[in-house]
């Protein structure tokens, strides 16, 4: 009688602790569902219209359903497969090619230098997916455009403008990620170094020393030397994927000393803008302001929760995940029903908010296939990426 007693107490025991330890994993890996998912995936296919929206939209795309040939997963360089030609990404492509005037070099029109570049990937995927070698083209004269043709500073830095010589801290996630790509897929050690190098001598010109975060746009007729939240994730997330981009390029040991130093970088930004997050999990719009046009902005702090779990996986440093968990929380609670991010920044008047943001649907996507790649890599046991380099 006693005996049986101790042994159903003992059960009961083990019935409690393995449901409390699966409701603590069951927190700790919920991401968002796949209706949320599909949902946010067809706003932002709504919404984008422009080069970098829909340059980012297909990043997004590729890294939420496509992430085996994405630079995040095992088969990048080169694919491992195709695109299936019913892919959005391929529809989007099509209309790009479809709707490029004759003779231009870059994929799209544009005063910017950078923005039609981020819509390479996208493209050169989509040929290989059609078969057809107009893509290859189109994509080798975007390169060449901003290679050769794109102004430079006198330090060698490639504008982000068509007209004038002026940096924007956007530029990062729009050009050295591409040049980068077409580095690791066309074997090619100059390219990826030209992609780091690229962002070092953005990082000359736009690091405030004094905070550790970038400004948004100096040199040129006109300033906007602000410390902008969305600008300040480009770049986390541009070399987030430069660096992953040369990590799975056959140079990894060859620009080790260079890798390193990008990492450096990397590093230094998330860890200083980390320290602007408030309580409830969202960064400002302007993160270090106090007023002026600041507001709780949930499309930038979906985009550097997005470079922080790619980063971690990177450096196997686990320091700032629970503040990006945070950040998932916060702005998985300002998705509306039909799939609307809210309280975002208007991505054209920056001092604003918008009713939506077209980037920052991607923002969502990009920031959740990062944290389900994330709590992957860390149930595999697998080392982080830069061990051994
Ligand atoms: C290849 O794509 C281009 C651009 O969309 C198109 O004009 C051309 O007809 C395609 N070629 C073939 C063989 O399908
Ligand atoms: C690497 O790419 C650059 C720019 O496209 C080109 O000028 C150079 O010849 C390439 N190098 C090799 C080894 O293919
Ligand atoms: C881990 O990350 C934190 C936050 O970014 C940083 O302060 C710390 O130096 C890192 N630790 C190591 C060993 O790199
Ligand atoms: C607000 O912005 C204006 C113009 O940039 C500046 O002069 C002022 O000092 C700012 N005020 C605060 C509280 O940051
Ligand atoms: C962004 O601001 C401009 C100017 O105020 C406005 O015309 C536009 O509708 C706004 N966009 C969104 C999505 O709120």
């Given at each position: 009688m006693f005996a049986a007693m101790i042994r159903a107490l003992v059960l009961l025991l083990v019935i409690i602790s393995v449901t409390s330890a699966l409701v603590v994993r069951t927190k700790k890996i919920t991401g968002l569902d796949d209706h949320t998912v599909g949902n946010v995936r067809a706003r932002m296919l709504d919404f984008s219209k422009k080069s970098w929206e829909l340059g980012c939209a297909t990043q997004a795309l590729l890294e939420l359903e496509?992430?085996?040939?994405?630079?995040?997963?095992?088969?990048?360089?080169?694919?491992?497969r195709v695109l299936a030609t019913n892919s959005p990404i391929v529809a989007i492509s099509r209309h790009v090619l479809a709707t490029r005037p004759p003779k231009?070099?870059?994929?799209m029109e544009d005063g910017a230098t950078g923005d039609p570049a981020s819509m390479g990937i996208a493209v050169l995927l989509t040929g290989r997916a059609l078969n057809n070698r107009t893509y290859a083209s189109a994509v080798a004269d975007q390169l060449v455009f901003l290679l050769a043709h794109a102004p430079r500073s006198h330090s060698g830095a490639i504008s982000h403008r068509v007209e004038e010589v002026q940096l924007w801290n956007d530029f990062i996630y729009m050009g050295p990620p591409f040049i980068a790509y077409m580095g690791a897929i066309e074997r090619n050690y100059t390219l990826l170094l030209e992609a780091k190098r690229q962002i070092g001598l953005y990082r000359d010109v736009?690091?405030?020393?004094?905070?550790g975060l970038w400004r948004h746009i100096v040199l040129g007729?006109?300033?906007?030397?602000s410390l902008w939240g969305t600008g300040i994730g480009w770049t986390a997330a541009g070399a987030v994927r430069v660096l992953q981009t040369i990590v799975k390029s056959d140079f990894a040991h060859a620009l080790h000393s260079h890798l390193w130093e990008l990492y450096g970088w990397t590093s230094e930004l998330l860890t200083a803008t980390w320290?602007?997050?408030?309580?409830?999990g969202a960064f400002s719009?302007?993160?270090?302001?106090?007023?002026?046009?600041t507001f709780h902005d949930s499309s930038f702090t979906a985009l550097l929760a997005s470079a922080t779990y790619r980063f971690a996986v990177q450096s196997?440093?686990?320091?700032?995940i629970p503040r990006a968990d945070r950040a998932f929380e916060y702005v998985q609670s300002q998705?509306?029903?039909?799939?609307t991010l809210q309280n975002v920044v208007n991505v054209t008047y920056w001092n604003q908010k918008g009713r939506y943001s077209p980037e920052g649907q991607a923002f969502v996507l990009l920031m959740h296939s990062a944290r389900r790649d994330f709590v992957e890599w860390q149930n595999s046991g697998k080392p982080p990426l830069m061990m051994g380099i």
């Open positions: 496509n992430s085996d040939i994405s630079v995040y997963g095992d088969n990048p360089f080169p694919p491992g231009m070099l870059p994929l736009l690091r405030d020393p004094r905070s007729r006109w300033q906007e030397p320290k602007y997050q408030h309580r409830n719009n302007h993160p270090t302001r106090k007023a002026n046009y196997g440093n686990l320091t700032l998705i509306k029903w039909d799939g």
